[in-house]
């Protein structure tokens, strides 16, 4: 049986809803959940194009830049003839032409310790794409606080991190990963060190099918593991997490209880936000 479909939702979603790990109910799941997106760059592009094309009911983008000429080389949700726009309208103004069905909300913001709660907790699961150390430890917290899911990618030169941080189910945090930043310069940023640009194609899509599984209660979360992908050795490999006693945010004396020490930050460390490793 599948659930109150139309019959061009049924065409869409013919090949999902197929899947015997999917069927009419997981597709309605997917139509029910609700996504947020830090970041409309080379991670938050294909991810937002997959989630989308799966019949996710409804995406949040947050994103405060416009396109830029030297985006197009990874953020294939932008176009030449959307330079200088914002990004979060050209992403979704791609995200509609994939599938009109899903709601996408554009929100033209830099997330912040005073919008980043109220953000978060108005979705069911939220995706790191972020390119910047402040937004994904400020990110990181709201989510533990809000005690939402969150799936987590990073990419830098040749390589690629991807984790699911899930502590309200009793699975490690970021900080349980990564306590602090590391310092100010200590890691090069994209714009210093440069990306290959099809790395974030693949840990964008990747992201989207964690997400997806996430939504859909399916296979082998990755929570408590760490996926690492060196993409000129044409390697991937998996790290065993354990949730850390002592961790600041998630341990059993936590020191972090709201948002109130990331107010001080202003503009972001220019880094990529992978952690050497
Ligand atoms: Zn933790």
């Known amino acids: 049986m599948i659930p109150e479909f139309s019959e061009t939702e049924i065409q869409r979603y013919a090949r999902h809803i197929l899947l015997p790990e999917i069927g009419g109910t997981g597709q309605a799941a997917l139509r029910a959940a609700s996504v947020l997106i830090i970041g409309a760059g080379g991670l938050g592009s294909p991810l937002g194009l997959y989630l989308a ?5 409804r995406i949040g983008l947050v994103d405060d ?5 030297s985006n ?3 953020q294939i949700a932008h176009a030449t003839d959307r330079i200088g726009q914002p990004k979060v309208e050209s ?9 009109p069905l899903v709601r ?7 997330l912040d310790a005073g919008n980043a709660r109220a953000l978060v907790g108005s979705y069911d699961l939220v995706c790191d794409g972020s390119d910047n150390f402040r937004t994904r430890y400020l990110l990181a917290d709201a989510c533990a606080l809000e005690r939402r899911t969150l799936v987590s990618a990073a990419v830098l030169r040749f390589e690629g991190q991807l984790s699911t941080f899930r502590p309200h189910r009793g699975g490690p945090c ?6 602090a930043p590391p310092r100010d310069g200590a890691v090069p940023s994209c714009a210093e ?5 099809a790395v974030t194609g693949v840990m964008g899509t990747l992201q989207a099918t964690e997400a997806l599984k996430e939504i859909l209660d399916i296979g082998d979360s990755l929570a ?3 996926m690492v992908w060196d993409a000129l050795a044409a390697r991937f490999h998996t790290i065993r997490l354990s949730p850390d006693p002592d961790c600041p945010l998630c341990g059993t004396h936590p020191t972090i209880h709201d948002l109130s020490a990331h107010a001080a930050s202003h503009a972001p460390s220019g880094a990529c936000a992978i952690h050497a490793g």
């Open 224 to 226: 408590g593991r760490l």
């Open 65 to 69: 830049d416009v396109v830029d000429l």
């Open 53 to 57: 094309a799966a019949g996710v009911g």
């Open 72 to 74: 197009l080389q990874r």
């Open 193 to 197: 060190a440069g990306v290959f640009g």
């Open 174 to 179: 970021y900080r349980c990963l990564y306590p």
């Open 91 to 99: 992403a979704a103004e791609a995200m509609r032409a994939v599938n």
């Open 104 to 110: 996408v909300d554009a929100h033209a913001t830099r």
